[in-house]
């Protein structure tokens, strides 16, 4: 991997995996905790409406998508707040139109000759300097949004009403995460694409929630294991010429499953010392 480094592409690419990094740690523990994975896969897949919507009138492809995923983001964030028994469904119909919108739009764009697969799969190794920038630029606005409102955040994400009887203003944090998470997914589909970038957004946090006792704990814990995912995900597609953002997933799902054998084994042997604790 080292030698690898002497390559600007590599270093690019190392630098984007680490600031995803960042912005999965801290927004992805916010959604796991919030329960909202399902409508972060939603703005994930219908991003693409907004590659498609760049692409055809010639804007900047990072710009089109962040425009785009917002209002789609804010759409939702309405939906699931007027009509929760019906959420899924229109989220679901939200999704699919995005998409359809996209490849639409992709067909009807004149000399179109973009790879599909590297804005569904990720293209790390072929991120620009001008997208490392914005990258940097969108994890520095999450880091001090989430600093500024994070006893905020804390107190909706464990228990709303709790925070509302607090004066935590909930609706506008609950708008202010759908946005974050928008502009996160944007940016992650750099690194693994829009198919697998909620893998990379829960994994992380759902294996540090089982060794964290606190948010910020959480959020640090799922930061490092991203950060370790990425490098190795990386160094995995560079020995074995593999796709890099496949790779990246396919390490974060073995951590998922070791996770699981190392909670057992931590579990039985707590039991065991329980066991021979004799009785008063």
Known sequence: MIEALQFEFMRNALLAGL????????????????????????????????????FFFGWPHMVGTIGFSLIIAMIMAVITIKTRHRADTIIGVLWAVGMALGVILLDLTPGYNV????YLFGSILSVPDSDLILMATICVLVFLTVFYYYHDLLAMSYDEEFAQLRGVPVKFLYFLLIGMTALSIVMIIRVVGLILVIALLT???FIAEKFSKSLFQMMGVSTALCAIFSVAGLWLS???NLTSGASIIMVAAAGFFMSFIIERLILIRTSKKESHVPSV
């Open 19 to 54: 600031l995803a990094s960042i912005v999965c740690g801290i927004i992805g523990t916010l959604i796991v905790v919030n329960r909202i994975v399902f409508l972060s896969g939603g703005i994930a897949h219908a991003a693409y409406g907004g590659i498609g919507i760049a």
């Open 238 to 240: 560079y020995v074995f």
């Open 115 to 118: 790879d599909l697969m590297s």
């Open 203 to 205: 994994i992380p946090p």
